[in-house]
């Protein structure tokens, strides 16, 4: 058995079924053993590194479980370092092969050589090299059980030549044990429980580990026995049902008024499995330090950066569970709050408050994929203004069906989608991307076409690098707008050349019966929207709400 062999049967008994490859010739053992597993590893092959990553990292956040990417030594390495460095933010397990050269050229600064010790050390979870072909499953192993322990995150595996092409012997992979699953301790659950009770505007910020390990039955039950209201964390808006009673909306870049106040006057936030990012707390001035913080996550090194009163290092499931049995049932008081600031939200997602310059609504067309897709879809957003429109008019109500980068890596979208119909194949995948992100990694498309994936491409176009064009605007005036604005080709043609029906949406009316036919659609399709420049963002001219 060569080290390809090796390699693939550890993961094949570890549980990875889907692997992304840009192949290289530094692991074409490893593409022959996959190729021999039969069905047991689905391949699919983007047409560029950092579509493996992106791919991976949606496979991954929606599946609870790492998809194996595999890129060749250098070029390959550092062209999907930007989807390794979306995992890490994002905490979304996911696994990277590198091919590299032979050992014995290694620190010759050989053919496309990189220390990737050095490259990913900082932002992914481990990176890790078999010395031998035998060390293979055990290093192999190692990696996907890392993937998922703690705070998952992205982690390396680099594989030199000759290891890879080497003899591995029979040596099994070891034994596939459950992760264990640590509670919070029993004086934090007390502390805690006790900080609630005496709360009388408590707010908890719903983070990544709910996605992660399925706790949003336990979060609903916590905050109907609390009578806490729920902010999701930023693109967390599926890790707690849009239309219940204690929900408060998205912590987005703009952070409205009815949830400014909200945060202003909270005695008591819980970050449950947050881990506190920038966005979600206004650039960290939540909490203030005035406000009393209980802090939720499987990571001390997360817990350590702020001032607690209670840091409990443990998984959310059992920390909701216990915290749910100590509680006291909340006051009227406090469910008055909390319902008010429900209603709220319920008024700011509706459209119609927002003055339109242009012919196409896309607070009204988000409405209306709404009203056609099931429950279940997976909405997916690039980096973008545009993506705003989404988080705001569309209301999440099922687990794993948002994916979107925190780390706002632009081209994550499309390639992401691809990801998202292959941990959810019986659901369609959604993805919006801005006419500038769709230029960096629209190609994957072919990809989707060439496995009949069920993925809308929804390309909002207002021909400019909008987010930055409108803070050249806000700081310089309009005669400081410079290097921002695009010249595009005609997305549905390129559509079509890549084999996949697509929509050209001009009015907002046309957009209801093109969704409806690309959603009837058997594999991928895309809608092309038209849409003015002056509609970049749902947070400005608004009419009421």
């Known amino acids: 058995m060569d080290g390809g062999q090796a390699l693939v049967r550890t993961l094949i008994e570890y549980g990875v079924d889907t692997a992304f490859s840009v192949p290289g010739e ?6 022959r053993a996959i190729q021999n597993s039969g069905n047991a590893i689905k391949l699919v092959t983007p047409r560029h590194e950092s579509g493996v990553t992106f791919a991976a990292e949606a496979f991954g956040k929606l599946a609870g479980r790492p998809a194996a990417g595999f890129v060749s030594r250098g070029p390959g390495a550092t062209n999907a370092s930007i989807g390794v460095h979306t995992a890490s933010q994002d905490s979304t397990p996911l696994l990277l092969f590198v091919g590299h050269v032979p050992t014995a050229t290694k620190g010759r600064e050989a053919f496309q050589e990189i220390d990737y010790h050095q490259m990913f050390g900082k932002i992914a979870k481990a990176v890790l090299e078999p010395e031998t072909s035998a060390q293979i499953p055990e290093v192999v192993a190692r990696a996907v059980t890392l993937t998922t322990a703690g705070r998952p995150g992205p982690v390396i595996v680099v594989m030199p030549k000759d290891i890879t092409e080497g003899d591995a012997g029979d040596t099994l992979p070891p034994t596939l044990r459950p992760r264990a699953r640590a509670g919070m301790a029993p004086d934090d659950v007390t502390a805690a429980a006790a900080l609630i009770n005496q709360a009388r505007k408590p707010v908890l910020i719903a983070g ?16 109907e026995a609390s009578g806490v209201a729920v902010a999701a964390a930023y693109r967390r808006q599926d890790t707690f049902p849009n239309e219940h009673a204690a929900y408060f909306g998205h912590l987005e870049i703009n952070r409205v008024a009815f949830q400014r106040e909200a945060f202003e006057d909270a005695d008591l936030i819980i970050a449950m499995g947050c881990r506190l990012d920038g966005i979600s707390t206004q650039e960290f001035t939540i909490p203030r330090a005035d406000q009393t913080l209980i802090h939720v996550f499987p990571d001390r090194e997360v817990l350590a950066r702020g001032a607690a009163e209670v840091a409990a290092a443990a998984d959310v499931i059992p920390a909701l569970q216990a915290l749910t049995e100590a ?3 909340p006051s009227p008081e406090r469910l008055a709050w909390r319902n008010g600031l429900h209603a709220a939200f319920d008024a700011f997602a509706r459209p119609g408050t927002i003055h339109i310059h242009g012919q196409v609504d896309l607070a009204a067309c988000v409405a209306e994929m709404q009203s056609q ?5 997976v909405i ?12 705001r008019y569309y209301r999440f109500n099922r687990p794993h069906t948002q994916a979107g980068p925190m780390s706002g890596a632009m081209g994550y979208a499309t390639p992401g989608g691809i990801g ?6 019986n659901a369609p995948a959604v993805a919006f991307v801005g006419d500038g992100g769709f230029l960096m990694s629209g190609q994957e498309l072919v990809a989707a076409v060439q496995h009949r994936l069920k993925l809308i491409c929804i390309l ?3 021909g400019a690098w909008g987010s930055i064009m409108v803070s050249q605007q806000r700081r310089y005036g309009e005669e400081g707008v410079h290097g921002t604005r695009l ?3 005609d997305f549905a043609k390129v559509a079509e050349g890549y084999g996949m029906p697509s929509f050209r949406v001009e009015r907002t009316r046309d957009f209801a019966p093109a969704f409806a036919k690309a959603l009837a659609t058997e594999g991928p399709a895309l809608l092309h929207l038209l849409l003015d420049e002056r509609d970049i963002s749902p947070f400005t001219d608004e009419v009421s709400v």
């Open 26 to 31: 530094s692991y074409l053992p490893i593409l």
């Open 208 to 223: 990544e580990m709910i996605s992660i390990d399925d706790a949003t039955p336990a979060l609903v039950a916590f905050a």
């Open 327 to 329: 509680v006291a049932a």
């Open 373 to 377: 897709v099931p429950d279940d879809a």
């Open 380 to 391: 997916l957003t690039d980096s973008g203004t545009f993506a705003r429109w989404v988080h």
């Open 420 to 425: 998202a119909a292959l941990a959810k194949p």
């Open 460 to 462: 909002c176009d207002n």
């Open 487 to 489: 010249q595009s080709p």
